[in-house]
């Protein structure tokens, strides 16, 4: 179950006014770490996406109370280099936090490292340069990593009576969380509890809703005894369910063959309510986007400003979210994985 304060953030998250231009947001309240005036920048993978205008809202609303200059800016696409120029002109700007969720666990190395030299402190938010975690400071993912693949394993698992082909639909073939979360599906599989499940095809519509939706019609056309896929992508997730049910061949669509397709992964509770509502989607999973950019901004604060030194164990205040504390290769959790269906999607607003 969520915690009152998280449940409070989710429905913050309604006055989504975050967009992908540099608008700087300063607000009134007290500094900690950094000061006034800090000037932090969050660079997602890419515009157009609604899961990231969640994660800039939390950014805007501790910008706020830190009374930090906050901006956005992001390349229109997730290709594994697509950030190294928003990340030079941000150097170039002379910002004080990069906050970034990267496309490529390594192709942001040398720029970051450059980042560094000139003092920034570099966070990671959402996706973390996986095995190249020495080019940032600290990094605020999701939820706990090691057990997200397993979890949506065990959903697509329940759906289907643990029996049956399924395919994996993801974001970019670079995407290091989808990367790490696939391995995570890779190594459950293992587990004799799903001995009769099989992963038959996995597939990268790039956080694209164009090529998720071509890529789903392809999983479909080529396996016609599919009985699950997992997106684990918002984008992806939202383009499939509105192709498996205009395709109609969801559990009990006019379509369907056998039992259907069941359809899961990770997306926002507002992209999915139509379909699990009509029936398209049983249920997915997701976190608090806006606790993600939140907690960020608050890290990069107080390491910047010398207030925390970065390392396994310490611990630091997350505004109203309270006290965090850094784990392993500095990561930091945001929340709990939540599990939306019919019975609960309607309590949240993001
Ligand atoms: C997409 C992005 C993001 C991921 C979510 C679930 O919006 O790929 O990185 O965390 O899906």
């Known amino acids: 179950m969520l915690k009152r304060t998280q449940l409070l953030l989710i429905g913050m998250v309604l006055a989504v006014v975050g967009c992908q231009k540099e608008e700087p947001v300063t607000g009134k309240t007290a500094p900690s770490g950094g000061g006034a005036g800090l000037k932090i920048v969050y660079i997602p993978k890419n515009t157009g996406n609604p899961y990231f205008k969640d994660v800039i809202k939390g950014f805007e609303d501790a910008s706020k109370e830190l009374k930090a200059e906050f901006t956005t800016t ?5 290709d594994a280099t697509s950030q190294i120029s928003f990340i030079k002109d941000q150097i170039q700007r002379g910002v004080d936090v990069i906050a970034i969720s990267p496309n490529s666990p390594d192709a942001l190395n040398p720029v970051l490292d450059q980042a560094k030299a000139k003092g920034i402190t570099v966070i990671t938010v959402d996706a973390d340069l996986s095995g190249n975690e020495s080019h940032r400071d600290a990094a605020v993912l999701s939820t706990d990593f090691s057990k997200l693949g397993e979890s949506q394993v065990e959903l697509m698992g329940s759906l ?19 990367n790490v979360w696939i ?5 459950a599989l293992k587990n004799p509890k799903y001995a009769k499940m099989k992963l038959i095809d996995t597939v990268y519509g ?3 809703a164009q090529k998720s939706t071509t890529e789903c019609e392809a999983l479909l056309s080529k396996h016609p005894d599919l009985r699950g896929i997992i997106s684990p992508t918002s984008v992806g997730l939202a383009a499939s369910a509105q192709t498996i049910q205009l395709a109609g061949v969801f559990p009990g669509g006019p379509k369907a063959i056998g039992k259907g397709v069941q359809l899961t992964g990770l997306s926002t509770p507002n992209q999915l309510k139509k379909f699990v509502k009509d029936g398209a989607v049983t249920s997915f999973q997701l976190w608090s986007p806006h ?3 939140y907690i960020a901004a608050f890290l990069g604060d107080q390491i910047h400003g010398g207030k925390l030194k970065a390392a396994e164990g310490v611990d630091f205040t997350a505004g109203t979210l309270g006290k965090r504390t ?21 309590k949240y607003d993001f």
């Open 183 to 187: 391995a995570g599906m890779k190594e």
């Open 74 to 78: 992001a390349p229109a696409t997730g």
């Open 160 to 178: 289907i009576g643990y029996e049956g082909n399924f395919a994996i639909l993801s974001a970019t073939t670079d995407a290091p969380n989808q």
């Open 326 to 346: 850094l784990g392993k290769l500095n990561v930091v959790n945001a929340g709990p994985l939540v599990t939306f269906d019919k019975s609960n999607i309607d």
């Open 291 to 293: 606790d993600m950019g």
């Open 206 to 208: 790039d956080d694209d």
